[in-house]
């Protein structure tokens, strides 16, 4: 099953909070809002995404608690992006500073910012080429580092601001770079 796109008219654009309430009623699907006004519903994932998930999300989790420099999120998180839309990549951080910046009522809330980071996980389900549009979009939003992971080729894309995409065929590791000093993904549970 793939994701399901559902187009609303411009009488139905859905304001943050409306999204938010469908969001909480709907408790058992993951929703996402594109700046286009789109409704996705996503399915949920097979277990073998399922696991790739977890340990992504672990060694990004591991890394940010030995380091402190911000907050890292899971699958579930919604990020209400500046441009528009609201959106929940497979893992993401954001830095201290910026979690800082943001009031006790908006971090209980979908973020009203663009992660600095975050790692798309291609699944069964999903459509690559509208992963890749949803990368760019967190580019355009202000993202400064991310990974499109692809396990069924073996391959990463690296996005990063005012650059082309960098492709990488079976890499071993990937480097956090500047956003995320001294972090290092290890693919080798990914990829098998």
Do not use: H
């Not at 830095?95 to 992660?115: G, M, N």
């Amino acid at each position: 099953m793939s994701n399901l796109t559902l187009q609303l008219p411009p009488v139905l654009k859905l304001t943050d909070e409306q999204f938010e309430q469908l969001a909480a009623a709907n408790q058992d699907l993951q929703l996402e809002l594109t700046a286009k006004g789109e409704l996705i519903i996503m399915p949920p994932t097979g277990g073998e995404t399922g696991n790739r998930n977890l340990d992504i999300e672990g060694q990004l989790w591991l890394w940010n608690r030995q380091t402190r420099l911000g907050k890292a999120f899971d699958s579930s998180t919604g990020f209400r992006l500046p441009k528009g839309g609201t959106r929940s990549p497979d893992a993401s951080w954001v830095s201290i500073k910026r979690w800082e910046a943001l009031t006790q009522e908006e971090r209980k809330k979908f973020l009203p910012l663009c992660p600095d980071f975050a790692i798309e996980l291609v699944s069964e389900t999903d459509d690559v080429e509208e992963t890749r549009k949803k990368m760019q979009e967190y580019i355009s939003n202000g993202l400064r580092l991310g990974w499109l992971i692809n396990p069924k080729i073996r391959q990463v894309e690296i996005y990063r601001p005012n650059q082309e995409v960098e492709v990488l065929e079976s890499p071993a590791t990937l480097s956090g770079e500047d956003v995320l000093p001294a972090f290092i993904l290890d693919l080798q549970a990914v990829f098998e």
